[in-house]
């Protein structure tokens, strides 16, 4: 019953997404107060309270008490909205119950789907706007009635019914269901065949693979964890049959996972809520982020080569590799090209971006139709398209839920205004140098966002630290980009590594030394968001030129340092090698712009010194032979 009534609640939330998108979403708070209540009763049947433990019928009866109180309070703001919107409501006592029983409810869901940590945070917020006025000092303010929190989080579009949730029920909805129609339309294997095809003859081959197919998954999908236990669990397994170490294995499907959070074209769903949040469209977030997650795959893939070669990892065999003309079959690429030029094309033409997403859906359709027909019987493509909008109703929960908290906790920060006296703390302790505030803001954004999923982490460390970042001059898309970076590294980052303990889960060793493999896989990745305050060109700004110098310098860094932390040699001589990195990334960091050139001269230097050393050894060998 609870299975069929799931199945049921996800095809209607995906089929609401898909009309929305195409007609336009309902009144703003019509639209997200319809939206939370759908997500909830779903999000209830996924993670029921007390499954498989005798006392699931008390279970049984909170679950159907939180869903009433919910689909009441729903009901009351579509019933209301007029009401609402014109005028300035005082809280009644039903208010204040429906508020509170709404609260619970998403907080409890949150707990169960992520853990305790976000409801903590949201809870300690809410603490902090009703009690904060008996706090001493620069932390305490005038304090807020029961009322007014009501007032503030229910009666209006500040609170729950707020923009993060209005981007999760139209933009982010649209995007999560192109996602996963894409990959079950066969979008998911044509990635996969392709990055095994591109990766798996050279050295390390089948880390290279999940280097490849998680950031093409990534992009879709927008979630590090998810994609970990899509993709994990076909390239650890390989991994692991070809003999590589299985904490390396872990890492690598973690650490490639995460960057495709923050790799265009579509990037995961903290990208429009950072679009929404500064006023600008999504194509200027997503051209900020090419350049730095192009250094983020590039220092990926060199780490993984220079290890499989120092450690002897196999290629994968010829035999287990797709052939070109398999992978560039009509039924595999026509659909994922008509999906991607019309979701293109509506973005460019400057329609709405859920509008886009509805175009290349249809596009998606109609090329899966036409390639398939006479292939598959209708009712297996008729399958997979259901489950893709059932899949995206499941997906839709976390989000949904975790973004309707994120909007109470950043509502009770603007409204106590604790963001910015922790914002004028961090500039007053780093004394307004730009360096070692980035430095504080770093390390906070990495705890703030241990355990939480990127989205979350990157909306409570943009209401709090983004502003510490702009108040000593740093542009606001590179602020916003740089604590988005971290938030997503916070995922991969021990002692709470999320991503790193669902590939240890996979791999079957222990997340420890996962997480060290993790962080070392990674080490470049750190560097990258200091790139952005270095060189604006990191994220698209100040002309070509600033672009080629942030990409000279960029690339010197990604192949410099992990032949250095590696001791790849270039002369044959340990500190002679050394020497030439350590040179080569000083002068990328150097602040002007001769020195990204003269870095990549001294780098292409060292390696033209190995290659003309192999070639001896090479030469040598043979005549000898």
Not at 27 to 45: N, Y
Request: glycine share 12%; with cysteine; aromatic share 8%.
């Amino acid at each position: 019953m609870r299975e069929a009534l799931s199945k049921g609640l996800a095809l209607i939330i995906g089929f609401f997404v898909f009309y929305t998108a195409a007609t336009g979403p309902f009144e703003s708070l019509i639209q997200r107060a319809l939206f939370i209540g759908l997500v909830v009763a779903l999000g209830l049947t996924i993670y029921p309270l007390g499954a498989g433990k005798s006392w699931r019928p008390i279970g049984l009866v909170v679950d159907l008490t939180l869903a009433c109180v919910t689909i009441a309070a729903c009901g009351y703001i579509v019933v209301n909205y007029d009401a609402i919107m014109t005028s300035l409501p005082w809280a009644t006592m039903a208010d204040k119950v429906l508020t509170l029983g709404l609260v619970v409810t998403l907080l409890e869901i949150g707990r169960r789907a992520v853990g305790l940590i976000f409801p903590i945070l949201v809870l300690t917020r809410l603490a902090y706007a009703l009690l904060g006025h008996h706090l001493p000092g620069a932390l305490g303010h005038r304090g807020f009635d029961a009322d007014f929190v009501t007032e503030t989080i229910f009666l209006g579009d500040l609170g729950v019914w707020g923009m993060l949730v209005g981007i999760a029920s139209t933009v982010i909805a649209a995007f999560v269901l192109f996602g996963t129609l894409l990959l079950h339309t066969g979008g998911g294997q044509a990635f996969m065949d392709l990055a095994m095809r591109l990766g798996g003859k050279s050295p390390g081959g089948a880390a290279k693979i999940a280097t490849i197919s998680s950031g093409l998954f990534g992009m879709v999908s927008g979630s590090a964890v998810a994609n970990v236990a899509t993709t994990g669990n076909f390239t650890i397994p390989m991994m692991k049959r070809l003999g590589y170490p299985r904490p390396f294995s872990a890492a690598v499907e973690a650490v490639a996972s995460t960057g495709g959070q923050i790799a265009p074209p579509i990037m995961g769903a903290a990208a429009f809520v950072m679009a929404e949040i500064l006023g600008v469209s999504y194509v200027t977030v997503m051209v900020a982020a090419i350049l730095p997650a192009a250094l983020f795959y590039v220092s990926v893939f060199v780490t993984v080569h220079i290890t499989a070669i120092r450690r002897g990892l196999q290629i994968v065999p010829e035999n287990e590799l797709p052939s070109w003309r398999e992978i560039v079959a009509p039924r595999r690429v026509l659909p994922i090209i008509a999906a991607l030029g019309l979701l293109f094309t509506g973005i460019f033409l400057g329609r709405s971006i859920a509008t886009a997403a509805f175009w290349g859906i249809m596009g998606l359709l109609i090329a899966f139709v036409l390639t398939r027909a006479g292939q598959i019987p209708w009712r297996d493509m008729a399958a997979r398209v259901l489950d893709g909008f059932g899949d995206a109703g499941r997906g839709l929960v976390i989000i949904g839920v975790l973004l309707a908290g994120a909007q109470i906790l950043v509502s009770m920060i603007n409204l106590t205004g604790i963001g910015v006296t922790l914002s004028s703390m961090i500039v007053s302790l780093a004394g307004d140098r730009t360096f070692f505030v980035a430095l504080i803001v770093a390390g906070v954004c990495l705890i703030m966002g241990m355990g939480l999923p990127t989205t979350a982490a990157y909306v409570l460390v943009a209401a709090v630290l983004a502003p510490a970042m702009t108040a000593v001059g740093v542009d606001p898309l590179a602020a916003h980009m740089f604590v988005f970076y971290f938030a997503t590294l916070s995922v991969i980052t021990p002692p709470v590594c999320v991503a790193v303990f669902v590939g240890a889960g996979i791999a079957g060793t222990n997340w420890l030394p996962a997480a060290i493999e993790a962080v070392r896989l990674a080490a470049v990745v750190y560097i990258v968001p200091f790139m952005i305050l270095l060189y604006p060109g990191m994220v698209g700004q100040g002309g070509a030129l600033a672009i080629a110098e942030a990409a000279m310098s960029g690339l010197v860094l990604v192949l410099a340092i992990p032949g250095l932390l590696s001791g790849q040699p270039l002369f044959g001589n340990r500190f002679a090698d050394a020497l030439v990195y350590l040179m080569a990334v000083t002068l990328a960091i150097v602040p002007h712009w001769i020195g990204p050139p003269l870095a990549l001269g001294v780098l292409a230097l060292g390696f033209w010194q190995r290659h003309v050393h192999l070639r001896k050894r090479q030469i040598t060998s043979a005549q000898e032979g």
